[in-house]
Structure formats: C-alpha cells, structure tokens
C-alpha cells in the first residue's frame, strides 16, 4: 500500500475522498460493500474508513457454508464450464466460489429491485488521496448506454511499450490458434482512450471498486449461472469478449489493503501486463 493510501486508511477520508463520497451519495442509487458478516473487525475498519459514505453491507457468501459437492448437486456450480473458462484443469477454492456467489447475488438483487446505477466495495478498499476527487468527473464521462466502470483494479493502469508489442504479437498469432487469446480478446487486451478520465477497458483485475447499471449486472448474473469465473474474472472475460460496454477511471481511484483475494486463483490475475 502506498504511503497516502495507509495515511487514508488510518486517517480517515481525506479531502479528496470527502469530496468523491459526497458526489457518489447522489449519482449512485445504492453503494454497498461486499463483507462476511462474521468480519466485525473489517467491518468496523470500513465504517471509519468510509465516513460520510451512504452504503450498505452487503452480506457475503461464506465458504464455511459451502460444500462443493452439495454446490455440484444443486446446480449453483459447474465444474466443466469453470475448467473451459479457466482454460486449465483445476477446480475454483471455496472461497472464490463464495465471492463469486456473493457478487452475483448483488447483480440479481439490482435488476429484481430495478436500479438504475450500483457502485460495489469490497471491505478492503482504500480511497487513493488525491485522485480519488477525479470520481465526479469521470462518472460524468460515462455515456448513458455505459454497462461496467472499474474505479479501482489492478494491471494495465499503465500501458507499457512492452505490453503494446506482446498485444501485437497475440493479435498476429491469435487467428492461427498460437495464441492463449482469441482474436477479438486479442485485440481488447489493453484499454483504449475514451475521454479526459476514462478509458474503454481492456484487461484488468480485481472488483474491489466498481460501477455497474442495471443492463450490465443482468449481462454478469446470466454468464455466472451457474459460477464458472472468480469474480473478477468473470468481468474480464466479458469484456475481452466484447460482451459488456466497460470503461476504466484514469487512474484508478481507489486501491486495497492487499491483493491476495483476487490473485490467489485467477489464472489470469496472478500475471503482468497482456501474459
């Protein structure tokens, strides 16, 4: 964590944090955070943390809930589709399982409940001082027909000259099979320019902070049933795939206390640049 992000967290809101709180309690019709109920402590450290914010916990599903066998029978998860979406043999932890129950069960409830704009924390968020301010404008950016916006993640928030030649590289090689990339997803790996404080996305980690419209979280419910990606990845997938009108803020506004929840699984979250 960077030094004003552990000064924020310690601290309390900062100024630009005040200022991005107060603009997101208007635009948003409901901002929640993603947390178990049994992390009081995590909990308690995002009340403080979020002071002056209007949200909401949102409970999350707990792994020690879950059996996979029972998950299997009642069809809330499917190994096939996890391992053809992953792209290598190997089943989802429990606890990704249950992250991505959790941020699914957020998608149903908006579209049941017929809101219009959500943003989403996960109970590890940190506001990033002083661009965390910039939210108002870049929400403002956002076209009405806008599916997805990632105000925090994690890899391509910088596009490096490297990453720009291995995208070549893939786009070349992807029509003849040589790439893990198809085609398309080829041609999205990086964010493109869209306005003064967005970018369309490209391939980008994380959910800890993120906005989403009802049309976009209707897209996310129906290719997670049954759970086939960890949370983030199911956003990436999509939007690589063309399937979900997403931006990114530039920069991202908000960071975590830790990147191990979304890197621990990911076959695509644990690596740099367009790997």
Known sequence: ??????????????????????????????????????????????????????????????????????????????????????????????????????????YNEMVA?????????????????????????????????????YLGYWQNEVVTPRARAKQLTYVALAPFGLSRWRPGEALRLLPRPFSAHLRRAGRHMCTHAYAISREGARKLAEAQTPVAYAADQLLTMLVLGGKLEAYVTSPSLFGQETLEHSAGYSGLASQTDTD
Not at 34 to 62: C, P, W
Not at 63 to 81: I, N, V
């Open 1 to 106: 964590m960077s030094t004003a992000n552990q000064a924020t967290a310690a601290t309390g809101p900062g100024a630009g944090t005040a200022a991005a709180f107060e603009f997101l309690n208007g635009w948003a019709d409901r901002i929640f955070v993603v947390s178990l109920r049994r992390d009081t402590e995590r909990r308690t450290r995002m009340t403080e943390r979020l002071a002056g914010l209007r949200f909401e916990f949102f409970d999350a599903v707990d792994k020690k809930d879950l059996d996979r066998a029972q998950l299997l029978r009642d069809g809330l998860y499917d190994e096939r589709r996890v391992r053809r979406a992953f792209r290598v043999g190997r089943d989802m932890p429990l606890g990704h399982i249950g992250c991505s129950l959790s941020h699914r069960a957020l």
């Open 113 to 149: 409940k017929g809101w219009d704009r959500l943003v989403v924390f996960e109970d590890d968020v940190v506001p990033r001082e002083p661009v965390v301010a910039n939210v108002a404008d870049a929400l403002r950016e956002l076209p009405p027909s806008f599916e997805l916006c």
